[in-house]
């Protein structure tokens, strides 16, 4: 049995890391899980504060993803209707609309149009809205870098914990 929880749980680890860069997986909750089965076995110990540290860290990184194309639109000098626009193409990205699932391309694709269409139309000037395109695009990639991160670190202390 204990083999086959950390069977698990390694491939919850990876299937983690992957998800930090598709779309349709949630990669810091599914390597989250990963530790717990790991911690479950006799060969890795995790006590109770570090899965209660851990967790509270992947919903905010969760959340933060969401948020950061925003947050950086504005760092990268975006006007509110830059960061309307960034919020709405987030939107259209998770549907995926108006043209079915658009995956990766969609979530990177969709905030930066929004934000570029938003300052462009707040601004009417091209330079301004690719700028706060490009912090959308920013954001999405501290996004995407934070979860990678920590997927990575759960993955390292599974197997530090193992060896």
Request: proline share 7%; with cysteine.
């Amino acid at each position: 049995m204990n083999t086959f929880l950390i069977i698990i749980a390694f491939v919850c680890l990876v299937v983690g890391i992957i998800g930090s860069v598709v779309p349709a997986l949630p990669g810091p909750p599914i390597s989250w899980v990963g530790l717990l089965l790991a911690g479950l076995t006799p060969w890795v110990s995790t006590s109770t504060p570090l899965l209660i540290v851990t967790a509270a860290v992947a919903v905010v990184i969760c959340v933060f993803d969401y948020v950061m194309p925003s947050i950086s639109t504005k760092r990268f000098g975006g006007s509110k209707h830059g960061i309307w626009g960034c919020n709405i193409g987030l939107l259209v990205s998770i549907f995926g609309l108006p043209f079915g699932p658009t995956g990766l391309f969609g979530l990177i694709f969709w905030p930066f149009a929004g934000a570029f269409i938003g300052e462009y139309i707040k601004k009417q000037d091209l330079k301004p809205a690719l700028r706060a395109a490009w912090g959308a695009f920013i954001g999405f990639l501290s996004g995407t870098l934070m979860k990678v991160t920590y997927c990575i670190a759960l993955l390292v202390v599974v197997i530090v914990a193992i060896v």
